[in-house]
């Protein structure tokens, strides 16, 4: 064969491979932009925005992602964090997320102000939250009645720590105006605010607070981890950490939204199973900020605020309801549809 006609043959045989990989290249796009949004198909990308990524009552998003049961049921989460959780509802709101994980008092917020947004998995029955103070501030600041006058952090303004920093407030007879609220978010920058006695104290969580206390560097005013100190400081089960998302997305998108659902209850399932040490041998290093073992006693101390299945407790929304309302001049005389703010549709179907 002449050198003219290999060179001829291996040009066009180029040219095929050329055509084929562009046609192959093409065929990857068209399918990528197919799944993107969270269609139905194969490898659903769904991004959540977290209120504090690192935060242990968040804990279920990053441990389902560990775990790979996103992975398994077909869904591909992009996992984003926000310090506080207004600022990860903004997102949802605006588009740039399809979901927050986050607490469920905001979707009554919403529902005041014309969204419609609702928890399709109810991951946590109580806040999680504790109400600091300093050592410094120790002496007068034994309770909430003596809220008056304070400076109290809370990770943002409209955030679920500044509604339930404000509910303790009022119900112990201080109006929201004796008392001053300041975002300080969480975790070193809440712990420096403390230090520096910018604030007098504030509500935080895990890992925080067991950083707080291992520093002794403030008391426990009040605790809102476990079901029975919800109940004595607000009455009742406050349902809060859990995954919501558009009203309208969700009925547009129920497969993915199943899938989702099938992936937090699992993990859900798993985590009542599993010590907390294992747990937190499943996290990412570098949020055992305080250490290993400290990191595990955290979420030992939050551990009773997860639900195992996913469901909404019978009367936690109307606990809500009642706290919001108590503050909130939004809410106060706004009629609020209870059953538009959740559904179990998902969580009932779940393995």
Not at 100 to 126: C, I, P, R
Not at 136 to 165: I, N
Not at 288 to 315: H, N
């Amino acid at each position: 064969m002449s050198r003219k006609k290999l060179t001829v043959r291996l040009t066009a045989a180029t040219a095929a491979l050329v055509a084929l990989a562009a046609l192959s290249g093409c065929a990857d796009e068209v399918s990528s932009k197919a799944t993107e949004g969270g269609g139905g198909g194969k490898g659903d990308k769904v991004k959540i925005m977290v209120g504090g990524i690192d935060k242990v009552i968040y804990l279920p998003a990053m441990l389902s992602q560990r775990l790979g049961y996103f992975k398994d049921e077909g869904v591909n989460v992009e996992l984003l964090s926000e310090p506080a959780g207004i600022d990860a509802t903004t997102s949802l709101v605006a588009g740039n997320v399809q979901g927050v994980v986050g607490f469920y008092d905001h979707t009554l917020d919403l529902q005041t102000k014309g969204k419609s947004v609702e928890s399709v998995v109810q991951l946590a029955q109580t806040p999680g939250e504790v109400e600091i103070v300093s050592n410094k501030a120790a002496g007068d600041l034994k309770s909430p009645k003596d809220f008056k006058g304070k400076k109290l952090g809370v990770t943002g303004l409209g955030s679920s720590t500044d509604f339930l920093t404000k509910y303790l407030g009022v119900h112990d007879g201080v109006a929201v105006d004796q008392f001053t609220n300041v975002a300080v978010g969480a975790g070193q920058t809440f712990i420096s605010a403390l230090q520096k006695g910018s604030i007098d104290g504030g509500m935080t969580t895990d890992p925080t607070v067991a950083q707080i206390l291992d520093k002794k560097l403030g008391k426990v005013l009040v605790d809102m981890r476990t079901p029975e100190g919800s109940k004595q400081a607000l009455g009742g089960l406050y349902p809060s950490s859990s995954l919501y998302m558009n009203t309208d997305w969700v009925n547009g998108h129920k497969d993915t939204v199943q899938k989702l659902t099938d992936a937090f209850v699992r993990t859900l399932k798993w985590m009542s199973t599993h010590s907390a040490k294992e747990i937190a041998a499943k996290m990412p290093s570098d949020y055992a900020q305080g250490g290993e073992g400290l990191y595990a006693q955290a979420i030992e101390s939050t551990l009773p605020m997860f639900t195992k299945d996913g469901r909404m407790p019978a009367d936690g929304p109307a606990t809500v309801q009642r706290v919001l309302k108590s503050f909130n001049p939004n809410l106060k005389d706004a009629t609020i549809d209870l059953k538009k703010t959740y559904t179990t549709d998902f969580v009932e179907k779940a393995g």
